[in-house]
């Protein structure tokens, strides 16, 4: 389990997260929602070590990864796909998988087949340069390369974001399929209401950088919850 506790993160003098705890079970969906700008990102920099904490603390399955580096908690299996997707444009598919290599035992440095099962294009598109990918292939792209490091939780940041219906489904199925499989956790910030309610085991809303409404996801209807998500 990964859990967050009482998490303040600052830029400077503007505090962007304030006394945020989470919980993100194994074999389990938690879904982070919020309006832009409400502080999810910065949440997941937390988690990933690409941004300090000023206060709390963060553990995965026990271990503390406060002070830990990115690539040390990648080999903690903490699995990241940056909102954005941050393919690189000029390496092949192959290539960028292979970028998931960095914090794997050389021995397991393999692409796993799964990975081809929930995006069948990949394999189709291997020696194609990620910038000529649509931006639906570049989320599947990005969320290989996640694999690739064998996640034990998967952190992504609004994969639906600027993404066709297909494709969206295509994740979403993927989602649930890596969690009845695998039994990995899985923690998704979004905004986009309809994908979390029909993902996710539990939700938290995020509200300017604190946490106002957790539960299971059929109390999102709720007005409270719908307060903190309409503009
Ligand atoms: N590098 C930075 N320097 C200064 N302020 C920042 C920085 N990154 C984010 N912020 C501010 O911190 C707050 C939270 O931003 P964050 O990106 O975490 O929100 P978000 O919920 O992920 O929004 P979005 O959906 O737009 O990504 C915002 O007010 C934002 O302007």
């Not at 690189?88 to 990975?115: C, H, M, Q, W």
């Not at 290989?144 to 994740?171: F, H, M, N």
């Not at 994908?195 to 106002?212: K, N, P, T």
Request: net charge positive.
């Amino acid at each position: 389990m990964l859990s967050v506790e009482n998490v303040n993160l600052h830029y400077g003098a503007a505090q962007a997260l304030r006394s945020v705890s989470i919980e993100a079970k194994m074999g389990k969906i938690t879904c982070v929602l919020g309006r832009n700008g409400v502080g999810k990102s910065s949440l997941l920099r937390a988690i990933t070590g690409q941004h300090p904490v000023s206060a709390g603390a963060i553990a995965f399955n026990g271990v503390i990864l406060g002070g830990m580096a990115p690539y040390r908690r990648a080999k903690e299996g903490i699995g990241y796909v940056p909102q954005g997707r941050e393919i690189f444009p000029l390496l092949t598919v192959k290539e960028n998988l292979e970028t998931g290599y960095a914090p794997v035992k050389r021995g397991d440095r393999s692409i796993p087949e799964d990975v081809f099962n929930l995006f069948p294009v990949l394999r189709t598109m291997l020696g194609r340069r990620g910038g000529d990918l649509s931006g639906g292939q570049q989320q599947q792209l990005a969320i290989g390369r996640a694999l690739v490091t064998r996640p034990r939780i998967l952190v992504l940041d609004e994969p639906t974001e600027g993404i066709q219906p297909s494709i969206i489904k295509d994740i979403g199925r993927a989602i649930r399929y890596l969690r009845d499989s695998t039994g990995m956790a899985i923690l998704l910030v979004e905004q986009y209401l309809d994908f979390c309610r029909e993902l996710a085991d539990h939700v938290y809303i995020m509200d300017r950088g604190a946490v106002v409404h957790e539960g299971p996801p059929e109390t999102l209807d709720t007005v409270e919850a719908r307060r903190h998500l309409t503009v």
